[in-house]
């Protein structure tokens, strides 16, 4: 007999903490892109080797004019917050939502969903966004308390922006999806 996993059996509760988390990791990153991104500072003739100091406040003005080196560039070059342009993207909405991770970082994207179906029925639901390349994986979990005797779920990944849900129960019911790509 085939048993919920106990990670998941908050339902929308686990879902929602998982995406607090990943909402407050997509805010923080931008935070810091927005706080470094476009500045340099200027200590041009300040500091003249490695282990030197010096006393003062530190003012950061204008924009950046250090190149962006090649990812086989071993140099003393300066680095540049260049290479991450791309930062994450969160949509959430009343019945689904995703968060897509910079391409520095994969690319992932995961989203999530809500789908009422009757009973022995199934739907085809477009995905918040399209995936670029492909879906790898996704999970789908009964809502609103137990789910009756003899329920099944199943989904299938038709497309990058669908896939079909089924539900062979007797009984019409709250589906919760997530799927995962890049």
């Not at 969903?113 to 996704?138: E, K």
């Amino acid at each position: 007999m085939l048993e919920q996993d106990p990670r998941i059996s908050e339902g929308p509760t686990f879902f929602g903490s998982l995406y607090g988390w990943m909402k407050r990791v997509a805010v923080d990153g931008n935070n810091l892109w927005n706080a470094v991104a476009g500045h340099t500072s200027t200590l041009a003739g300040k500091v003249d080797r490695a282990g030197d100091t010096m006393t003062g406040a530190l003012n950061l003005v204008g924009a950046s004019t250090a190149a962006t080196q090649a990812a086989s560039d071993n140099s003393t070059k300066i680095a540049t917050t260049a290479w991450n342009k791309v930062g994450f993207a969160v949509s959430t909405g009343a019945a689904s939502g995703y968060i897509k991770f910079p391409d520095w970082m994969g690319g992932v994207i995961y989203q999530w969903g809500v789908t009422v179906l009757s009973a022995g029925a199934s739907a085809s639901v477009s995905y918040p966004l399209a995936f670029p390349n492909a879906v790898r994986s996704g999970s789908a979990t009964v809502g609103g308390g137990a789910p009756a005797s003899g329920t099944a779920l199943g989904m299938r990944f038709d497309t990058s922006s669908s896939m079909t849900l089924f539900n062979t129960s007797s009984t019409a019911n709250t589906i919760y999806w997530t799927v995962v790509g890049y």
